[in-house]
T-cell receptor
Framework: DGGITQSPKYLFRKEGQNVTLSCEQN?????MYWYRQDPGQGLRLIYY???????QKGDIAEGYSVSREKKESFPLTVTSAQKNPTAFYLC??????????????FGDGTRLSIL | AQSVTQLGSHVSVSEGALVLLRCNYS??????LFWYVQYPNQGLQLLLK??????LVKGINGFEAEFKKSETSFHLTKPSAHMSDAAEYFC?????????????FGSGTKLNVKP
C-alpha cells in the first residue's frame, strides 16, 4: 500500500546535538511538508517542498533545515539552534502543491524529546 | 489572513449521542475545507473534504459536515457517537498563496466518548 513512512517513531536529542527525522513517501506526490505539533496549538508549518531540489521556509523554520534530493524523500534536521525542539513532528505530502483540491496525506509522526 | 477557529478544545458526549464539533474559518475567497482525525501518537487521517458542489459532505466512519458560506462555518457531525470515535479532530482550510497550496489548521478538539 502507498503511504508515508516516518522514522524513528521516538527520538531523543542531547544538548548541542543535531538530529535528523526521516520521511519517505511512495505515493508519487510532488509536494511534501513538515509540521510541528504542540499540545493545544494545532499544526505549524516548518518547511515545504513543491518539487525535487526546491524547498521553502514555512512559518517556524528557524532552527530547522531540510533537503529534497529525491522525490520520495524529505528529511528534516533539527539543529542545536532550535532551543525548544520537544514536539511531535508530522510529515505530509500532496499530489501537487499548486491549485489543487486534493488533501494532504500524513505519516505517523516522530516524537522528539530532549535528554 | 487565513485562520481556522475550533470552538471547544474538549468535547464530551455519551455513547450513542450526537457529536457536534465546530469549525469557523476566515477567508476572502471560497475555501477548500477539510476535517482530519488523529488518534494518539499517530498522524492525521482525512475524514472528509469540501471543495465545490454539494454543501453537505459525507465522510468516513459516519461523519458529515456542512459548508455554510453565510456563517463561514464547516461543523462536523455524527448522529450517534461510538467509543472508537474518541480522538482529536482538526479542521483545516486550504488557501492558494501564489499558486501554492498552504493549509491552515485549527487548534484541534479532543472528543471524549463516555460509555
Amino acid at each position: 500500500d502507498g503511504g508515508i513512512t516516518q522514522s524513528p517513531k521516538y527520538l531523543f536529542r542531547k544538548e548541542g546535538q543535531n538530529v535528523t527525522l526521516s520521511c519517505e513517501q511512495n505515493l508519487n506526490h510532488d509536494a511534501m511538508y513538515w509540521y510541528r505539533q504542540d499540545p493545544g496549538q494545532g499544526l505549524r508549518l516548518i518547511y515545504y517542498s513543491q518539487i525535487v531540489n526546491d524547498f521553502q521556509k514555512g512559518d517556524i523554520a528557524e532552527g530547522y533545515s531540510v533537503s529534497r534530493e529525491k522525490k520520495e524523500s524529505f528529511p528534516l534536521t533539527v539543529t542545536s539552534a532550535q532551543k525548544n525542539p520537544t514536539a511531535f513532528y508530522l510529515c505530509a505530502s500532496s499530489i501537487t502543491a499548486f491549485n489543487s483540491n486534493q488533501p494532504q496525506h500524513f505519516g505517523d509522526g516522530t516524537r522528539l524529546s530532549i535528554l | 489572513a487565513q485562520s481556522v477557529t475550533q470552538l471547544g478544545s474538549h468535547v464530551s458526549v455519551s455513547e450513542g449521542a450526537l457529536v457536534l464539533l465546530r469549525c469557523n474559518y476566515s477567508s476572502s475567497v471560497p475555501p477548500y475545507l477539510f476535517w482530519y482525525v488523529q488518534y494518539p501518537n499517530q498522524g492525521l487521517q482525512l475524514l472528509l473534504k469540501y471543495t465545490t458542489g454539494a454543501t453537505l459532505v459525507k465522510g468516513i466512519n459516519g461523519f458529515e459536515a456542512e459548508f455554510k458560506k453565510s456563517e463561514t462555518s464547516f461543523h462536523l457531525t455524527k448522529p450517534s457517537a461510538h467509543m472508537s470515535d474518541a480522538a482529536e479532530y482538526f479542521c483545516a482550510v486550504r488557501r492558494a498563496l501564489y499558486n501554492f497550496n498552504k493549509f491552515y489548521f485549527g487548534s484541534g478538539t479532543k472528543l471524549n466518548v463516555k460509555p
